[in-house]
């Protein structure tokens, strides 16, 4: 699909790897609907960037705000093409800690809430609505991109709940590309090594330092134009489909 003929929500659009998706795609000529919590930067982003770009007060494990989401871009924007899952949350806490407490499985929960079922939440709100629109000359009518992790395949410890619901996400990728493919949507995920993002903000300066000289090439933390530049791609071309895209300048994680 053409970045300048598509409508595409943004989930996470209020920050980090999100917000570059929407700068490069408004940048491109697309309209955008950034879903985003109400606390989040998304309506100051929208008004930046003018008329082409709205914000919606959504969060993505309340099925309503998602639905008033969804029919807010549709009538913003015409149509809905494309959807980019970027909310998500990191998380850290071991299975069993080094006092012998177990794991809080509300924590558990609200890791795989966020990351796993808002994502799908997503995609089924979103998929139904782009099956209606008029396919493309390739007969393309939506493409959906995920946003998984590396430590879907390494997690690290302290993982266990985040290397889950990032799992999840490289799960069912290639069965919703199955489902939709009748109806002509594709759907892709990427999987991001480690990026310069305010995920990351809260480490000390050494600490980003020694985590950007671990990655074998380029030794640097990834830029989120890397992925907002993924994402488009995936977007522009259409014999991807089904695919975990890692994108981690070769980085393995290690255990810690
Ligand atoms: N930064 C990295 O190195 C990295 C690596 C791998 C994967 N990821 C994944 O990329 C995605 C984006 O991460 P980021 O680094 O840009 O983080 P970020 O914290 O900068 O942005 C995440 C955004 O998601 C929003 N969000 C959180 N919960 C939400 C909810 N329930 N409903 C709607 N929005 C919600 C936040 O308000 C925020 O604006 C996440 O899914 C993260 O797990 C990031």
């Known amino acids: 699909m053409k970045i300048e003929e598509i409508g595409a929500i943004v989930t996470g659009g209020g920050s980090g790897l999100g917000e570059s998706t929407v700068r490069e795609l408004a940048g ?7 879903f985003d919590l109400p606390n989040s930067r998304g309506a100051e982003i929208a008004d930046e960037l003018g008329d082409a770009v709205h914000s919606f007060p959504v969060d993505v494990t309340d099925t309503q705000s998602l639905t008033a989401g969804v029919d807010g871009a549709r009538e913003s ?7 980019i899952n970027c909310a998500g949350v ?16 509300d924590h558990f929960r609200r890791t795989i809430e966020i990351n796993l079922i808002g994502t799908f939440n997503a995609i089924r709100l979103v998929a139904s609505t782009m099956i209606s629109n008029e396919p493309n000359t390739e007969g393309e009518r939506g493409c959906i991109v995920n946003t998984s992790s590396v430590a879907a395949f390494e997690g690290q410890i302290g993982q266990a709940a985040y290397s889950a619901s990032k799992g999840g996400i490289v799960g069912l990728t290639l069965p919703v590309a199955r489902d939709l493919s009748r109806h002509g949507v594709r759907c892709c995920s990427i999987a991001p090594g480690l ?17 950007g000289a671990s990655i074998p090439f380029p030794p640097r933390l990834g830029k989120p134009a890397e992925y907002a530049a993924l994402a488009c791609h995936i977007l522009e071309n259409p014999m991807l489909n089904g695919e975990t895209v890692r994108l981690d300048g070769a980085i393995r994680m290690q255990p810690r």
């Open 28 to 34: 491109r000529g697309a309209k955008v609907a950034i």
């Open 77 to 83: 924007m015409g149509s809905i093409h494309a959807l």
């Open 90 to 105: 990191g998380s850290a806490s071991r299975t069993v800690d080094k006092d012998g407490t177990p794991f809080d499985l």
């Open 195 to 211: 990026f310069a993002t305010p995920l990351l903000a809260g480490l000390p300066a050494e600490a980003v330092d020694a985590l």
